[in-house]
């Protein structure tokens, strides 16, 4: 192992009042990401490795502080894409107000995997956005436009680069995305307990609210804030590429009188919708009305808790 | 990225009082070990990934607190090993009082990536062990036995099984080694301020804290506390071995009778030696007295600081 240290074994710094909130995400070549991708650059890595970290931190409302990186490159790879990396990395963390401690490089023989670890705050009075806790009759809200990220992955997936703006919103909103910092620290500030972000796809997260409090969701298709590029072709948006897209937004539930309140709280701090997609419903399941029709969304799962 | 979550986007814990004290590190297949070392198993991996980190910890004297593990395996890899590894982290945790709070489990299609982020606290009132702030005159005192894991690490490369009961003790040295968690609380406890851990080599170590303060080191041959077995080899032992060795060790500097009073209370709380191998120099370099010769040690530098 080769240390990668500020000057100490460990990074130090004073703790905070209140909760703390910590998350780890690694990135693998090859997996999440393919260096052959048309102007995928090493900036942009070091950047989307911190913005899918924040991300997790914005999920809980929680204030961003401090990262841990851990990065295992191959010993072939130019100094000047590793110092690319860590601009990208250091710039993005900066910009969300996160000091990056200290960390770990390794070489390694197979594909590149790039790990953070972000500590964030839940100052003393600031409850947290959490999957549990949702009830039967409330509306679900999601920050933002949808479908970018999945759009653009298509893209890259099938050898193509950008040629319209649509298209490089669409591949900028994979490379590049933004994480909701702001917007779920107004959430939690707003009285919205319930909620997450969508990298794993809009049903799977809506499903974790949903499942765990032995209710179902009803959302409504023509009310989804599909980028505007996308809606020509709707029904493949919210059929397929929704189930997986890597848009970095928040969904939330919550009484409709309060997501009412908390979009225009949004919109005043950071200039940014919240868009009323469906209800919580007794009657377990995802279904999605389309054109008075409802369909039934077949149950992706949780995910995978090996932790448990 | 495959999500492997609690319940939440991200884990959430109360805020102690006092310092946090932070740590990430990666272990890499092919690199920092290999699959087909005997007697190597997937329990061992998932303690020495805990054990690595939790040394960096017990090198600032801090308490270990949670931990949040980045797993990167290839889909091929049974259940039963992962699930094995599973329990090699959360046995090794619980023995150190660290809760495993979260993780990350990705696919990939190269090598295993093991990482963990170790999160602990220095109580108020107790000040870190600190790489800086060393003096000349200071005495140099190690924890415990030294040689064992180069030697274990040396059968294995050499691709050897272990035969002798002093062959088993090296490897385990090498696969299993133990935190010195207690020890780097009692260390800071007894008022020492300059220490860190071993696993990059003593030498190195010793340069890091003596370079910084513009200061060098004598170290004496005969009073380093090698391994029994190792002791007929003590040349190869002092030159070669513990350049590089990966012995969980604690080395700290201190007016001698400071390491005195440590040392009787190290030996009370934890039953492990702290012993006294040399001195803090004005003159630059680090040397060792070998048979009332001295001989110099070329500089190891001080390792990678990429995140400066």
Chains 1, 2 share one sequence.
């Not at 995997?113 to 949702?134: D, E, F, N, Q």
């Not at 779920?184 to 794993?200: H, N, P, Y």
Request: proline share 5%; hydrophobic share 40%.
């Amino acid at each position: 192992m080769i240390g990668a240290r500020e000057d100490d074994d460990a990074a130090v710094w004073k703790a905070d009042r209140g909760a703390v909130v910590a998350t780890v995400d690694s990135m693998v070549e090859g997996i999440d990401f393919r260096l052959e991708w048309p102007g995928l650059t090493f900036r942009l890595l070091g950047r989307r490795l911190m913005s899918v970290n924040l991300s997790d931190l914005a999920a809980m409302g929680a204030d961003p502080g401090h990262a841990l990186i851990s990065l295992c490159l191959p010993g072939s790879l130019a100094l000047r894409d590793v110092t690319d990396l860590y601009r990208g990395i250091s710039e993005r963390a900066r910009q969300y107000g996160c000091t990056v401690a200290g960390g770990d490089l390794s070489g390694t023989d197979g594909p590149m995997v790039l790990t953070a670890a972000l500590y964030g705050t839940l100052p003393t009075g600031r409850r947290p956005l959490r999957r549990s806790g949702a009830r039967a009759g409330w509306a679900l809200g999601v920050t933002g436009v949808l479908g970018r990220a999945a759009a653009g992955l298509g893209l890259l997936l099938a050898g193509k680069s950008p040629r319209t703006a649509a298209e490089r919103r669409w591949v900028r909103s994979q490379y590049d995305p933004s994480p909701r910092v702001g917007a779920g620290q107004t959430l939690a500030e707003s009285g919205i307990r319930v909620g997450g972000d969508i990298s794993d796809g809009l049903y799977r997260e809506i499903e974790r609210i949903a499942g765990p409090a032995g209710l179902g969701a009803t959302i409504e298709a023509d009310q989804m804030p599909l980028d505007r590029d996308l809606r020509r072709d709707r029904d493949h948006a919210w059929a397929g590429g929704l189930m997986e897209s890597e848009d970095y937004e928040l969904v939330c539930a919550a009484p409709r009188a309060v997501l009412d309140a908390a979009q225009r709280r949004l919109w005043r701090t950071e200039r940014l919708t919240l868009t009323i997609i469906g209800t919580l419903t007794p009657e377990k399941g995802i279904r999605i009305r389309v054109d008075g029709r409802l369909v039934s969304i077949p149950s992706l799962g949780a995910g995978y808790d090996h932790f448990r």
